[in-house]
């Protein structure tokens, strides 16, 4: 159940009648200096009105965090409240317009950590908060005035592979008069932005008109499970679903690296599509949406279902269907074409990043989802079938950034499905490149000779005593961030 529009507009106006509110991007000029070493901006000072007042050696620092326009439970900012649950100083607070979810996170971590967002509670709330995390925009908090005072964090929702906002698709032109200002409503309130390496903080920077130093290059903590060696001991072979496969139960040295509880491929496959066959390989396709036109599914002049469906029955694989949140396009008659096609939607998994640890290959065309996917080092396949009009128009040369074959028959999709499955593409430099250009917080800048991680061989030098040594995670880092600019210096 969502709050309805008018108490939603009613909370926005009483959130104006509150002292605070943000303040302009030109207030924020004199706070940051140039990347340091790690590449990531920080501020010098705070605001003259800062945070200080709030941030008592004993008070908790209120943290406001929500993700999807305020409706959703998803992404970097449900990692980071999920590891601020246990700080003892930074307190989180998830708001939200859907009362269910509000419900589901005071049953879970106790009531003072969630509430509505247009409720009293969530307007004194959000009016207090010494930090403000977004994953779309000030969209994500409805109608509401943001505190002046707080940090306003954007995490985003995922990497800049498509045209947008001030890089309007297909004219390189300003936006005009109106548009201009429903952007600075949505962005200019951003003090900080997330971002894993040079190139997408120069993407993002153009794409929503921010200064590069306001980006803070931590890598984005929704994809630390993806890079962590604990779940994904050699990225390259999607080796945690082979080890618990049986298929290589050991490392060289011996020791099986498995963490407990981790739940094996056709366990997790049970879970989400009980009436599925048993199946060990899942391939997931989620193409990008489209406004303007409907997105085509196995857009082949040779298209044969009853093929694919024999093919997905050799190979013993599931096919999931995953369309963008906002594609509402009626896929029954794909789901009835076998029991091996099956929905990889919201209602199944709001989350992809669920799906992607026993995801083996991915199709997709210009969804940032392959991108993701790269640091298991899954096997993409592109069906870029409309790229010459596609209506939003791609940030980078598309061959530069894509590395994977680009079919568009269903045989040719087939054939390099078979290879995918059976890990024989013979592209694992390509991706190993592309994978180092978007993930330099976690990877480095620049993967060896040969292809594989700059990083692998020191971290599998860093052993003590058979134990690996745990690398600082990208929420590691945002959460020092916070605690650097809010917590006393002697806390």
């Not at 004194?124 to 002046?148: I, K």
């Not at 593409?425 to 994978?435: A, L, M, P």
């Amino acid at each position: 159940m969502k709050t309805p529009y008018p108490i939603q507009w009613l909370a926005g106006l009483l959130s104006c009648c509150l002292p605070g509110g943000y303040a302009a991007a030109s207030n924020f000029e004199n706070l940051y200096r140039s990347p340091g070493a790690t590449g990531a901006g920080h501020p010098t000072s705070r605001p003259d009105n800062d945070c200080d007042s709030r941030s008592f050696q004993n008070e908790p620092v209120t943290i406001v965090l929500t993700s999807f326009h305020g409706d959703g439970y998803r992404g970097n900012t449900r990692v980071l409240f999920e590891r601020l649950c246990d700080h003892s100083t930074l307190q989180p607070v998830w708001l939200s317009r859907n009362r269910n979810l509000v419900q589901d996170l005071k049953r879970q971590y106790g009531n003072e950590y969630a509430c509505m967002t247009h409720s009293l509670a969530g307007i004194r709330t959000l009016n207090r908060a010494s930090a403000v995390f977004l994953t779309h925009g000030t969209s994500d908090y409805p109608f509401m005035r943001l505190p002046r005072r707080a940090l306003i964090i954007q995490t985003y929702h995922g990497l800049p592979t498509k045209r947008g906002e001030y890089l309007r698709p297909g004219n390189d032109g300003p936006p005009g008069f109106l548009h201009r200002k429903i952007l600075e409503y949505r962005f200019r309130p951003i003090t900080h932005f997330l971002s894993s390496s040079p190139l997408v903080t120069d993407l993002f920077s153009r794409r929503f008109n921010i200064p590069a130093e306001r980006f803070l290059e931590t890598g984005y903590p929704a994809y630390d499970r993806l890079a962590s060696r604990t779940e994904c001991p050699a990225i390259g072979t999607n080796a945690v679903i082979n080890i618990i496969n049986g298929s290589n139960d050991s490392g060289a040295d011996g020791v099986k690296h498995i963490k407990p509880g981790i739940p094996t491929p056709s366990r997790r496959f049970a879970e989400y599509w009980p009436e599925a066959p048993p199946s060990t390989r899942l391939i997931l396709y989620a193409p990008t949406f489209r406004r303007r036109s409907r997105t085509r599914w196995f857009p082949f002049e040779d298209r044969d279902l009853t093929a694919l469906a024999a093919f997905l029955e050799q190979h013993r694989a599931l096919m999931a269907l995953r369309a963008h949140p906002n594609d509402h396009t009626d896929l029954r008659a794909l789901l009835n074409a076998s029991p091996r096609i099956v929905s990889g939607g919201q209602e199944i998994a709001e989350d992809a990043m669920d799906l992607l640890p026993v995801t083996d290959a991915i199709i997709t065309d210009y969804s940032s989802i392959y991108l993701e996917g790269l640091m298991r080092d899954i096997p993409p396949i592109f069906v870029p079938y409309d790229l010459g009009t596609y209506e939003r128009g791609c940030l980078m040369p598309y061959d530069e950034v894509t590395p994977g074959p680009k079919v568009y028959h269903q045989h040719d999709l087939l054939a390099h499905l078979k290879m995918a499955l059976q890990k024989t593409d013979g592209r694992e430099s390509e991706r190993s490149r592309v994978r180092h250009r978007y993930f330099a917080s976690q990877y480095g800048s620049t993967p060896d000779n040969d292809g594989s991680d700059a990083d692998s061989t020191d971290r599998l030098h860093a052993r003590s005593e058979g134990i690996f040594k745990k690398p600082e995670s990208a929420c590691d880092r945002v959460i020092r961030f916070l605690e650097e600019q809010l917590l006393p210096a002697n806390s």
